[in-house]
């Protein structure tokens, strides 16, 4: 685990909801077991809901796993971009897909994308994230910038200035993203030319710095996200707080 996915980990908020998921998770593996023995289990793909939702799910439980899936999916992006990093600094590998006819350039590109539309998505997460946090009731397509930075309850808690920085920092990437995942155009850089050139005239020793170079300029990029993300985290924490402790006390009324 690196620093920035332990930090995350270790902030209070998600400390809080990693401990408050364990009574909904005991409760899906109950009914999980159950719906196997019976043979009534299975696995649908839809992509807009998810694959099963647990009868024995109070309002609470509901509540508390739709923050938890998007604090996941948080940690999850800024693991992967450790992942990238760790990819690209050992691009050695490559000896091994020569068969296949995969070069250098192209390892660093595909990367270098993949890099440019996690990013991006950690924007998008943070929007879902928040509005469940808020229980704003947007289904996740409608989760966009303006609708969710322009809520009345968000702008309240100051949530919408840190999602206003945190969509200023990733918003360079987003022709690049765009172009590899809409027209197939992989994101590229100077140094990644070079990096074609060199290999085109086999010339190798150039590779290891000029992959460190690229490497760093990932890290910068990474930087202002991940402070605005735990920036977001501290700010949806109290609003947290006050939804588990509504939910809870209408439970024990209703209970």
């Known amino acids: 685990m690196g620093k920035r996915v332990e930090q995350i980990f ?3 908020f998600c400390q809080q909801i990693v401990d408050d998921i364990r009574p909904a998770l005991d409760i899906l593996h109950r009914e999980l077991e159950e719906l196997e023995r019976s043979g009534r289990l299975q696995f649908v793909e839809t992509p807009q809901q998810p694959t099963y939702q647990p009868t024995g799910f109070s309002r609470f439980d509901r509540y508390v796993t739709s923050v938890f899936e998007y604090i996941s999916r948080l940690e999850k992006s800024f693991r992967r ?13 490559l000896k091994q897909y020569k068969g296949a006819g995969v070069n250098l350039a192209e390892y660093v590109q595909y990367h270098y994308s993949n890099h440019a539309i996690t990013l991006v998505g950690i924007c998008d997460l943070a929007l879902i994230l928040t509005n469940n946090t808020f229980c704003l009731g947007f289904p996740p397509r409608q989760c966009r910038q303006e609708i969710i930075t322009e809520n009345y309850w968000v702008c309240k808690a100051k949530v919408d200035e840190v999602l206003k920085r945190l969509n200023s920092t990733v918003e360079p990437l987003r022709e690049p993203r765009n172009l590899f995942v809409h027209r197939g155009f992989p994101r590229s850089s100077p140094r990644i030319i070079y990096l074609d050139m060199s290999e085109n005239l086999g010339v190798g020793r150039p590779y290891k710095a000029e992959i460190s170079r690229i490497i760093g ?13 735990i920036e977001l985290l501290s700010g949806l ?3 947290y707080k006050f939804w ?5 006390a209408r439970e024990k009324r209703n209970g």
């Open 217 to 229: 300029k990932l890290k910068e990029e990474e930087e202002p996200v991940f402070g605005a993300t």
């Open 237 to 239: 924490h109290p609003v």
């Open 10 to 12: 270790r902030h209070p």
């Open 244 to 248: 588990k402790g509504i939910l809870s």
């Open 81 to 93: 971009l450790e992942h990238i990093r760790a990819y690209l600094a050992h691009f050695r590998i």
